[in-house]
């Protein structure tokens, strides 16, 4: 089911077959979130957005927002998670991140071309302050939160 995405970009392939391998049921993975031009997370599905979450069955600070309103009624929580995952991605502060990661209990931060493009994700000095590199391949890098300062 998977082979269109094998066409698009081998690495994105090889990130999920590492995700899959090196996880743990109880993993945890940042990845983009779909939002609109106010900032608020996006209710129509796209499926560039919650790719890796669903493709690995790992769960997300925030998947698909419209698929989290259908079972919980409404979007006022989805707001702070999209404006964490962004601190995570883009934030300066590398102690709120730290935080940010502690408080939804992440493993992996997934950095692949459509974060890069969205939060403008030129330098990530913070997230290898912060974490270690397992995988790094082509146009995809994955983060693992470190076990230990």
Known sequence: GLAFVRDQDVSKIEALDFLIRDSEEDSVIVEAVAVDESGRPAGDYDPSFARVSSRTGLPTILGWAGHEQVWRGNRRSFRERAQDVME????????????????????????GALERSLYALDDTSKLDTLMDRPFDVGTVTIYRVRTSP
């Not at 991605?89 to 990661?101: C, H, K, V």
């Open 88 to 111: 995570i991605y883009t934030g300066s502060d590398i102690e709120a991140t730290r935080e940010l990661l502690a408080k939804y209990d992440v493993t992996y931060v997934y950095v």
